[in-house]
């Protein structure tokens, strides 16, 4: 946040006042610290930085791209404790964003979206803000449109299960940044998967309406859910590095979690079609379903008025 100004004792005329100084630059949080500061943010040897940057892209790009999603749960959610609980999975997803995309831009600072000089923008916003669509590396999962709250369910509890294997493993790659984002983000994942598969038990045993939503929900989560796991030529090659994860090797066991979830729940598994690419293209490769390209109007409409911050 901006920072924050203090009145002297006894001035009471607002609680707001210190959002109304000539802080030109406080819309884009440039009086943030840096977000990986003290971490070492040396690339590797004999890693190519272009790969680690494009791959930190495609784990934040996930994260980014769920956690608006899940944000637009706020105030819909079927009581107030999972309207917070869902909010607090989008923070720890935009948290993790903030520090892959941070990642990526001390990689290869190329990557970066020029923006007009003195702008106030970090490189982590400018990624954020500044990218079109066919930039972004995010599975297709991520971005579809919400559906009802069993779709939300099934759909946390396949992208947590698989995510939370991936950092696992990614949590001893020989990149520091990669390392501790991934083994917090163990502890984050693990919640929301939990919270997902207790949600779905709880609809699966609730009534023939819940049951028969989330036998729904699942046939369209589950025709994107193999994207998980396919191995795109740039995690092949920070896998071999030692500094990526091949999302392949985790498949076996998200199936063993996911198979444990519907046996548990008297759900049985549909069996569908994955949906199939853009001649041979999919979210990996900056192909995207027209989803993605109103929900990033959306998110970035703000800053691409406003570039400068100057409000």
Not at 90 to 108: F, I, K, M, Y
Not at 158 to 178: Q, T
Not at 197 to 213: D, I, P, V
Request: net charge negative.
């Amino acid at each position: 946040m901006a920072q924050i100004h203090t009145h002297a004792a006894g001035e009471h005329d607002s609680a707001f006042a210190g959002l109304l100084v000539n802080d030109a630059n406080w819309a884009f949080g440039s009086d943030f610290e840096d977000p990986l500061a003290g971490v070492d943010t040396t690339v590797p040897d004999g890693v190519d930085a272009g790969d680690l940057a494009l791959y930190c892209l495609m784990l934040a790009d996930d994260a980014l791209v769920y956690s608006h999603r899940l944000s637009e749960w706020c105030s819909n959610a079927p009581d107030l404790e999972e309207d917070l609980a869902i909010a607090n999975v989008a923070l720890d997803l935009l948290g993790q964003a903030r520090l892959l995309l941070a990642r990526a831009a001390a990689a290869d600072p190329s990557i970066v979206p020029a923006l007009p000089d003195g702008s106030p923008v970090p490189p982590e916003d400018a990624l954020a803000f500044f990218r079109r669509d066919p930039q972004f590396r995010n599975v297709r999962l991520a971005e579809l449109p919400n559906g009802d709250f069993a779709e939300l369910i099934a759909r946390l509890l396949v992208f947590s299960a698989a995510r939370l294997a991936l950092f696992e493993r990614l949590a001893g790659s020989r990149d520091a940044v990669l390392a501790a984002v991934a083994a917090k983000g163990v502890k984050e994942m693990t919640y929301h998967r939990d919270f997902a598969g207790r949600w779905f038990l709880t609809l699966a045993r609730g009534t023939e309406e819940s049951r028969t939503r989330l036998e729904a929900a699942l046939v369209g989560v589950l025709r994107l859910e193999s994207e998980l796991f396919e191995t795109h030529e740039v995690e092949s090659r920070v896998a071999t590095a030692g500094v990526g994860v091949d999302p392949a090797t985790t498949a076996a066991e998200v199936d063993a979690v996911l198979s444990q979830v519907f046996a548990v729940s008297g759900i049985e598994r549909p069996r569908v079609n994955p949906l199939a690419g853009l001649a041979g293209r999919k979210g990996r490769d900056g192909a995207h379903t027209e989803a993605l390209s109103r929900l990033l109007a959306e998110m970035q409409v703000v800053a691409r008025e406003h570039p400068m911050g100057r409000w």
